[in-house]
């Protein structure tokens, strides 16, 4: 996966919540060593979280971090969360917030952050990379008082619209949610993050009533953009 940031970026600041309903932000983390693993209900990566659960229970000193991109909400996070007995810190991404802010276009993807909050290393979770983590956890941060990067905090088209996704699923209306979720995609082509929520929604026993099945998303059609 390529990334927009290379290791000793520090990565845009965010404020998202946790499973729980608070306010979390990125910059709560400064101070100590985070690993920070971006997922999602909808991908196959859901079947990683015991790696990292375990990961922080044998470094309780390190901030473990999830970060779940789902427009859907937390049950369905949660409900992988609850079987990989997490105890770690549990965030929600609801928005789209991570892709814009720090260039993702995909999940699943590891980061592990410095007490500065720079990018120390980057790459997928599995235990050949948990290994060359543990190797960088007595490394001191190459910079200090690293300035967060500017961002535009103006340009939240995406997040509006993957919220009002996120609002009219409540309401059970799924094709106007899936239509704005396509109107997000029209914003952002390149987005992989988008279009595989369209399916879940679309299609959730394909996704959530066992293995996720990847013969059928083979098959599928690109989802399309909808123009505004």
């Given at each position: 996966m390529t990334l927009p940031h290379k290791i000793g970026d520090k990565l845009p600041d965010l404020r998202l919540g946790s499973m729980g309903g608070n306010s979390v932000a990125l910059h709560d983390l400064l101070g100590r060593k985070s690993l920070v693993y971006v997922w999602a209900s909808w991908c196959g990566c859901r079947e990683k979280l015991p790696l990292l659960e375990a990961f922080h229970r044998k470094h309780?000193?390190?901030?473990?971090?999830?970060?779940?991109?789902?427009?859907?909400?937390?049950?369905?996070?949660?409900?992988?969360?609850?079987?990989?007995?997490?105890?770690?810190?549990?965030?929600?991404?609801?928005?789209?917030?991570?892709?814009?802010?720090?260039?993702?276009?995909?999940?699943?993807?590891?980061?592990?952050?410095?007490?500065?909050?720079?990018?120390?290393?980057?790459?997928?979770?599995?235990?050949?990379?948990?290994?060359?983590?543990?190797?960088?956890?007595?490394?001191?941060?190459?910079?200090?008082?690293?300035p967060y990067p500017k961002v535009d905090t103006k340009n939240t088209k995406i997040e509006f619209l993957v919220q009002l996704c996120t609002n009219y699923l409540t309401r059970r209306r799924t094709e106007d949610a899936v239509g704005f979720l396509?109107?997000?995609?029209?914003?952002?082509?390149?987005?992989?993050?988008?279009?595989?929520?369209?399916?879940?929604?679309?299609?959730?026993?394909?996704?959530?009533?066992?293995?996720?099945?990847?013969?059928?998303?083979?098959?599928?059609?690109?989802?399309?953009?909808?123009?505004?």
């Open positions: 309780p000193g390190i901030h473990a971090v999830s970060i779940a991109c789902d427009a859907q909400g937390v049950d369905l996070p949660m409900r992988y969360l609850s079987a990989a007995k997490a105890t770690h810190e549990m965030w929600i991404d609801a928005t789209c917030v991570v892709s814009r802010r720090w260039g993702l276009k995909q999940v699943a993807v590891l980061f592990l952050l410095d007490e500065e909050g720079c990018l120390a290393w980057t790459g997928t979770l599995d235990e050949a990379a948990l290994s060359e983590v543990e190797k960088l956890l007595s490394k001191p941060p190459a910079r200090t008082n690293v396509r109107k997000a995609l029209a914003v952002d082509p390149e987005n992989r993050i988008l279009p595989k929520q369209v399916w879940a929604i679309q299609s959730p026993e394909k996704f959530y009533s066992g293995p996720i099945d990847k013969d059928w998303q083979s098959r599928q059609p690109p989802v399309t953009p909808l123009a505004s």
